[in-house]
């Protein structure tokens, strides 16, 4: 990501571009991202399912190997 953005500055810097700021804000709202921001929120989610279920399993796995208690 570092790379990319010293490219576009080498870059803008090379074109001699007054407003270089708002030329890299406008590069970067016309190309699509790499990530939304919904597509985190569903990695995320899932992650939590993910973590839950294991977290799940462990105490039943833990459950059973001790053996009934009482």
């Known amino acids: ?3 990319a953005m ?3 500055a080498k ?3 090379n ?3 007054p407003d270089t700021l708002e030329e890299v804000m406008a ?5 699509p991202p ?3 921001t919904w597509a985190l929120v569903v990695i995320a989610f899932q992650g939590l399912i993910i973590l839950g279920l294991l977290v799940l399993v462990l105490i039943l796995w833990l ?3 001790r053996g009934p208690s009482h």
Not at 27 to 31: E, G, L, W, Y
């Open 1 to 3: 990501m570092g790379q």
């Open 34 to 36: 790499l990530f939304s």
């Open 6 to 8: 010293e490219a576009l």
């Open 27 to 31: 590069q970067t709202m016309k190309r």
């Open 11 to 13: 870059k803008l810097a």
């Open 63 to 65: 459950k059973t190997r």
């Open 15 to 17: 074109t001699e571009l």
